[in-house]
């Protein structure tokens, strides 16, 4: 079953500095039908003015995956943790047994983000942070595995994080189409373009959960970028 959640119909707010739309209840956003998509808990679509920014805050017992789709972020943590993460790339970090950090847009223009939170299988682990980059070139016949859990993926290359879950991602040319296998249970973005999915056309800023089936078929109708998190329910 896959079910389409427009980009219009997502929570949200306006902070003059931050305009986050919320996937899922969170801060002043509350709706008691989406509370969350299995170990998924908070998926923030943000855009950040130029030179503005997430303060130091604390965290505890999250994995926090954030990835850039315009701009850069930089990343500080009271864990001698400093880096800039640009579009196309990604940053992750377990919050465990408690991590203080901030994230600024450094740069002359607005940046947007996805901020993801998944709930994490290990407590009180030690907080860490990581980034990569990714290939920029649209994918062929599959997405790239940009996430994934501490097992053999991460020694090939991927981000880690305590879940057994996986963020996909890639962009894919005009026509061309993606297979998806589901471990889990998926939950998908589309970055920009505009894509069908299973019938169902998704724009910019859209999303879907992707229920009790086994494998998904993306097209791309336009040059589009999508995210694909399978996650355990």
């Known amino acids: 079953m896959v079910s389409v959640i427009k980009y219009k119909d997502l929570g949200g707010a306006d902070h003059g500095w931050l305009k986050a739309k919320h996937h899922f209840s969170f801060a002043s956003y509350y709706n008691p039908k989406r509370m969350g998509f299995g170990t998924i808990r908070v998926i923030n679509d943000d855009i950040i003015k130029a030179k503005k920014g997430f303060d130091p805050h604390q965290h505890n017992d999250m994995e926090i995956i954030t990835y850039v789709r315009s701009g850069a972020i930089t990343h500080t943590?009271?864990?001698?943790?400093?880096?800039?993460?640009?579009?196309?790339?990604?940053?992750?970090?377990?919050?465990?047994?408690?991590?203080?950090?901030?994230?600024?847009?450094?740069?002359?223009?607005?940046?947007?983000?996805?901020?993801?939170?998944i709930i994490p299988n290990k407590i009180g682990v030690k907080p860490?942070?990581?980034?990569?980059?990714?290939?920029?070139?649209?994918?062929?016949?599959?997405?790239?595995?940009?996430?994934?859990?501490?097992?053999?993926?991460?020694?090939?290359?991927?981000?880690?994080?305590?879940?057994?879950?996986y963020v996909y991602g890639g962009k894919i040319n005009k026509g061309d189409q993606i297979i998806y296998n589901i471990k889990h249970q998926a939950y998908l973005l589309c970055s920009y373009g505009s894509i069908t999915l299973d019938g169902k056309v998704l724009e910019k800023g859209d999303a879907a959960e992707i229920l009790d089936i086994k494998e998904f078929k993306i097209k791309a109708n336009e040059v589009s970028e999508v995210l694909v998190i399978d996650a355990p329910k």
């Open 77 to 117: 943590d009271n864990q001698n943790n400093k880096g800039r993460t640009e579009a196309g790339d990604i940053q992750v970090m377990s919050a465990g047994s408690g991590v203080i950090h901030s994230e600024y847009n450094l740069e002359d223009k607005e940046t947007n983000i996805y901020q993801i939170w």
């Open 128 to 165: 860490r942070w990581e980034a990569k980059q990714f290939p920029k070139d649209p994918v062929k016949d599959k997405l790239n595995l940009l996430v994934s859990g501490f097992g053999k993926n991460y020694k090939e290359g991927t981000l880690g994080i305590y879940q057994d879950a």
